[in-house]
Nanobody
Framework: QVHLVESGGGLVQPGGSLRLSCAAS????????LGWYRQAPGKQRELVAH???????NCADSVKGRFTISRDNAKNTVYLQMNSLKPEDTAVYYCNAILNLVAGGPASLYWGQGTQVTVSS
């Protein structure tokens, strides 16, 4: 069984920074893509950023230049460094992973439980 556990959320003032972490555990053969999504109250879940096993990244336009995604393959962990935070960044942040449980097996998608980020003065 695979678990994704996020940490690092909290309350921060506008202009501040937070660093989110998400660690994947369980019987995992390989992780192809790791990503961060967010969902604000009354809105749909949206992509924030994702990173491939080779290190290629993609970020939403709304966070480019402010957020940076990175990963530590040895630790099966993905990070989201969030700088210059704005009130509109307030949301529950979820990590996900597209991974293989066995060599040559199908890729599966897993989600974490989410961590709250609140940007407010």
């Amino acid at each position: 069984q695979v678990h994704l556990v996020e940490s690092g959320g909290g309350l921060v003032q506008p202009g501040g920074s937070l660093r989110l972490s998400c660690a994947a555990s369980g019987s995992i053969f390989s992780i192809n893509v790791l990503g961060w999504y967010r969902q604000a109250p009354g809105k749909q879940r949206e992509l924030v950023a994702h990173i491939t096993s080779g290190g290629s990244t993609n970020c939403a336009d709304s966070v480019k230049g402010r957020f940076t995604i990175s990963r530590d393959n040895a630790k099966n962990t993905v990070y989201l460094q969030m700088n210059s935070l704005k009130p509109e960044d307030t949301a529950v942040y979820y990590c996900n992973a597209i991974l293989n449980l066995v060599a040559g097996g199908p890729a599966s998608l897993y989600w974490g439980q989410g961590t709250q980020v609140t940007v407010s003065s």
